[in-house]
């Protein structure tokens, strides 16, 4: 009897902990399905009353008109492009940072560690003015250089691959310098593929940032061609003098629509990787 009323209440929380669970991801997921919705109605559809959430029609003309309006085939290409450098450029400044922070002694270790540190307490925008003064000095305003070239390096990419590379072991490292391993040989044969997973969360994270960065694009872009994305679907918003809501939506679900591939794609090492950083055994 004890049992029985232990499986009853056991399966009773189960029951109670994935309704909850998919209440809550519907509440998350709404605007998504909603903008889904919005972007296949019509204009008097979406300005209908009482609303209908579910679209009547499987109507295709506001993501012609996105793609066309705001050209975000080529803006697109622009993220797609930018975003990739970026991801690369962070990686490899964070895989050599993290290493020479993590297995390496020398002096001003700490004091270049805790700078890094700190770095990660200024916000974008600070920094926004002397990037920009900088870029502009470079004469690499409204380039694709002056885009990404702020972003080459990530002090959160460096410390979370130093917290990891602490947690291999040692004696890994001196079995290497034993066999006549050296540093470079030792990153890129050892700790390179023993950091899959982290590299491969990471470079998910990057990338995504990137791809959804709007302020530092506004600012030091300012040809059509040279856009991204996120600033086709700000064009959109001044492309009509009403709101064209259908339009809107078709164009952010364009753009949406990589972030969720590239997420997906790398759903489980993006998990891993989140899951090991800052652990140490």
């Known amino acids: ?17 994935h309704a909850l ?23 008097s559809q979406v300005f209908s009353y009482p609303p209908s959430f579910f679209s009547t029609s ?3 003309g506001n993501y012609v ?27 490899v400044a964070g895989v050599t940072s993290g290493d020479a922070l993590s297995h390496f ?16 307490m200024l916000p974008m925008q600070i920094m926004v003015v002397p990037l920009f003064e900088i870029i502009s000095r470079f004469g690499w305003a409204n380039k694709l250089q002056g885009l990404v070239f702020p972003f080459l390096a990530s002090a959160t990419t460096t410390f ?34 023993l950091s899959g997973p982290s590299l491969a969360g990471l470079a998910t994270v990057n990338f ?7 302020l530092w694009p506004l600012i030091v872009i300012n040809s059509d061609q040279n856009k991204v994305a996120q600033q086709g679907v700000k064009m959109l918003f001044s492309s009509a003098a009403e709101r064209e809501w259908g339009l809107i939506m078709a164009g952010t679900i364009i753009v949406v629509l990589p972030t969720l591939v590239v997420f997906f794609l790398a759903q ?10 800052g652990l140490k055994e």
């Open 58 to 60: 499987f109507y295709l």
């Open 21 to 43: 669970l998919i209440f809550l991801s519907f509440i998350v997921l709404m605007p998504l399905l909603l903008g889904i919705s919005i972007s296949f109605q019509r204009r």
């Open 1 to 17: 009897m004890a049992v029985n009323k232990y499986r009853f209440r056991r399966t009773a929380g189960k029951v109670l902990m």
């Open 160 to 193: 979370l691959l130093r917290q990891h590379f602490l947690t291999i072991p040692k004696e890994l490292l001196e079995s290497a310098q034993l066999d006549g391993c050296g540093p470079i040989r030792f990153l890129l044969q050892i700790l390179i593929p």
């Open 105 to 120: 002694e020398f002096r001003g270790k700490n004091f270049f560690f805790i700078a890094v540190i700190i770095t990660l």
């Open 208 to 214: 995504l940032t990137m791809w959804n960065a709007y």
């Open 268 to 277: 489980s090492f993006f998990i891993r990787g989140i899951a090991t950083q």
């Open 65 to 91: 008109d996105a793609w066309r309006m705001a050209n975000l085939g080529r803006l697109l290409l622009n993220s797609l492009v930018a975003s990739v450098i970026v991801m690369l450029g962070k990686l």
